[in-house]
């Protein structure tokens, strides 16, 4: 079988950013994927279920309700390795473009307060499994440590 694309990035030399993964065609538009790297493969700890659970449910509510991105957020969810997520925009989209809306994600997260949305049994299939306080811990972290910070270097796949 051939590798898929994402088993291609050297995750030996991958940081925390924001990385196109890919543009794919689907019929006559573009289908950007996003690879948001929360932490460094394989050399630092995963992120526990609980925060990535809350993190998606807090992000996914906050980008399909933003006014300016709403019709074009396909999909926010977590990487299975835990080490990030991904984001699927319609449109070709670069990482810069994205920079400013990140921030207000995670700032959002941040200063959320009371029950996480979709965070009730007829909603989700695993509700119990959210930690709002480590997801603002993680949010935070990404917000500080990697967008506030962001270079070519985090922004582009390691060769």
Request: proline letters at 7%.
């Given at each position: 079988?051939e590798?898929?694309?994402?088993?291609?990035?050297?995750?030996?030399?991958?940081?925390?950013?924001?990385?196109v993964?890919r543009?794919?065609?689907?019929?006559?538009?573009?289908?950007?994927?996003?690879?948001?790297?929360?932490?460094?493969?394989?050399?630092?700890?995963?992120?526990?279920?609980?925060?990535v659970?809350?993190?998606?449910?807090?992000?996914?509510?906050?980008?399909?309700?933003?006014?300016?991105?709403?019709?074009?957020?396909?999909?926010?969810?977590p990487?299975?390795?835990?080490?990030?997520?991904?984001?699927?925009?319609?449109?070709?989209?670069?990482?810069?473009?994205?920079?400013?809306?990140?921030?207000?994600?995670?700032?959002?997260?941040?200063?959320?307060?009371?029950e996480?949305?979709?965070?009730?049994?007829?909603?989700?299939?695993?509700?119990?499994?959210?930690?709002?306080?480590?997801?603002?811990?993680?949010?935070?972290?990404?917000?500080?440590?990697?967008?506030?910070?962001?270079?070519?270097?985090?922004?582009?796949?390691?060769?």
């Amino acid at each position: 079988m051939e590798k898929i694309t994402s088993f291609t990035v050297n995750h030996l030399l991958l940081e925390p950013g924001v990385y196109v993964s890919r543009i794919d065609r689907v019929g006559t538009e573009s289908v950007t994927s996003f690879d948001l790297r929360f932490t460094s493969p394989n050399r630092e700890p995963v992120m526990n279920t609980a925060p990535v659970h809350a993190i998606e449910h807090l992000a996914a509510t906050f980008l399909r309700n933003n006014p300016e991105w709403k019709d074009r957020v396909l999909y926010f969810g977590p990487m299975g390795c835990r080490t990030g997520f991904y984001l699927l925009l319609l449109g070709e989209h670069h990482p810069e473009e994205i920079l400013p809306l990140l921030k207000r994600c995670c700032r959002f997260i941040l200063d959320f307060s009371g029950e996480i949305p979709g965070a009730r049994p007829r909603d989700c299939g695993n509700y119990s499994d959210m930690n709002l306080d480590m997801a603002k811990w993680w949010a935070g972290r990404y917000l500080r440590e990697t967008l506030e910070r962001i270079d070519e270097a985090h922004m582009n796949y390691p060769d």
